[in-house]
């Protein structure tokens, strides 16, 4: 299994909004509706932003949204904030044997 | 509040056995909600999954990897642990344990250990 691919970087305002893209195959993000999304601070614990595309835990703002096209999947976060300011990580089902796989990994600077 | 903390060697000789223990405090491992899991990050690069355990002892692995690792799960002291055998320098990094979504969150990690930073060098 390959890893989904995800842009290094992407930038935005204060107040803008940004959308980053992780895509996969027809036999990961194309065929399950299970992506997830995590943001990650270095030096601290990865925390889940997105579930099933895009499903939003309590813990996480109504800036963050999740949807799906394809074998493509995408975050749109809006309003930016500095603290939002992070890497963000796709991670989707990949069948066989209930693997999972990750992107890359893009790196969100708030200008 | 649920806490995980990762522990174990922080230096691995090569070609020998990784062994890392994850440690949950605030909730039990024996729970049909959720698979246990651990995910490792090494430097400069991005995330990749090694494999979850459910309380049953079910387990499914990283294909990549399926052929040295094997997981664990200790009910009686709330714990699952990691084995990843014949280590090269490939395999430094910084390991994670986390809760993965069964029945809800499904297949997505909801909580995550601080990680541990693991080397691989003679």
């Known amino acids: 299994q390959s890893a989904l691919t995800q842009p290094a970087s992407v930038s935005g305002s204060p107040g803008q909004s940004i959308t980053m893209s992780c895509t996969g195959t027809?036999?990961?993000?194309?065929?399950?509706?299970?992506v997830s999304w995590y943001q990650h601070h270095p030096g601290k614990a990865p925390k889940l932003m997105i579930y099933e595309v895009s499903k939003r835990p309590s813990w996480v703002s109504d800036r963050f949204s999740g949807s799906k096209s394809g074998n493509a999947a995408s975050l749109t976060i809006s309003g930016l904030q500095a603290e939002d300011e992070a890497d963000y990580y796709c991670?989707?089902?990949?069948?066989?044997?209930?693997?999972?796989?990750f992107g890359g990994g893009t790196k969100l600077t708030v200008l | 509040q649920l806490q995980m903390q990762e522990s174990g060697p922080g230096l691995v000789k090569p070609s020998e056995t990784l062994s890392l223990t994850c440690t949950v405090s605030g909730g039990s491992i024996d729970t049909r909600n959720y698979y246990w899991g651990w995910i490792r990050q090494p430097p400069g690069k991005g995330l990749d999954w090694i494999g979850s355990?459910?309380?049953?002892?079910?387990?499914y692995y990283n294909p990549s990897l399926k052929s040295r690792v094997t997981l664990l799960v200790d009910m009686s002291k709330n714990q699952f642990s990691l084995r990843l055998t014949s280590v090269t320098a490939a395999d430094t990094a910084v390991y994670y344990c986390a809760r993965e979504g069964f029945t809800i969150f499904k297949d997505a990690f909801d909580f995550w250990g601080q990680g541990t930073m693991v080397t691989v060098s003679s």
């Open positions: 991670c989707s089902y990949a069948g066989s044997n209930a693997s999972k796989v």
């Open positions: 027809s036999s990961d993000v194309g065929s399950y509706n299970l």
């Open positions: 355990i459910y309380y049953s002892g079910n387990t």
